[in-house]
């Protein structure tokens, strides 16, 4: 049973370009979550998402950023006309319910962006 | 103030040592309290999660919360090389919905053969 998948490991992006990053959740998990790590900080929580609907993108910048995750298909994170600061880790995890968060929820390998 | 405070190290110790990691928080309102590993390079591995007070132990590791003290901690016995990573307490606070967690930002560890 793989674990949570994201994709591209590592996206090199130019300043103004979009960044699209991708989650595949563990399978039979609907639940998504989002974090940043930036350089030196501790994970900080985007958003979280069910299929098709967000629950709570509090986390998350107002501008420039978004997310979504369909009925098929993994979760994507875009980010528009990116710019140096949005240098980070991505994380997403995934749960089987939107109380899994309670026991620990596993997390994927990230991506990281570096933005030229 | 940040809600969690996490040394960041780093902490060298000789193999065989036992280490003691900390966080101390400011919101009362926590009640679930994570340890995370996490490997250069790579995402975070939970480790212990525990509710409320008291301690847990798995193996080498043990998670210990005092929320008089508004304190945890995570001790390693027997600690190895391969124990060498970044350690992460994350916190939950109830109410808040069980999925937004609130991270310390890491303790770098080494653990030297």
């Known amino acids: 049973n793989a674990g949570v998948m994201q994709n591209p490991r590592h996206l090199v992006r130019r300043r103004g370009q979009e960044a699209r990053l991708r989650c595949s959740p563990m399978?039979?998990?609907?639940?998504v979550y989002w974090y940043r790590q930036l350089p030196e900080e501790g994970l900080k929580f985007m958003v979280y998402l069910q299929k098709e609907n967000i629950i709570d993108e509090s986390g998350m910048p107002k501008e420039r950023f978004s997310a979504e995750f369909p009925k098929e298909g993994p979760s994507i994170l875009r980010i528009q006309q990116v710019v140096r600061g949005d240098s980070a880790a991505y994380f997403c995890?995934?749960?089987?319910?939107?109380?899994?968060?309670?026991?620990?929820?596993?997390f994927g390998s990230g991506t990281r962006l570096t933005v030229v | 103030q940040k809600e969690v405070e996490q040394d960041p190290g780093p902490l060298s110790v000789p193999e065989g040592a036992i280490v003691s990691l900390n966080c101390t928080y400011s919101n009362s309102a926590f009640q679930y309290f994570m340890w995370y590993r996490q490997y250069s390079r790579k995402g975070p591995e939970l480790l212990m999660y525990?509710?409320?007070?008291g301690n847990k132990e798995d193996g080498r590791f043990t998670a210990q919360v005092d929320k008089s003290s508004k304190y945890i901690s995570l001790f390693i016995r027997d600690s190895q090389p391969s124990d060498s990573a970044t350690y992460l307490c994350?916190?939950?606070?109830?109410?808040?919905?069980?999925?937004?967690?609130?991270f310390g930002t890491g303790t770098r560890l080494k653990v030297l053969a």
């Open positions: 525990t509710y409320s007070s």
């Open positions: 399978k039979g998990h609907s639940h």
């Open positions: 994350a916190m939950i606070a109830d109410g808040s919905g069980t999925y937004k967690y609130i």
């Open positions: 995890a995934s749960s089987p319910s939107g109380t899994g968060g309670a026991d620990g929820y596993t």
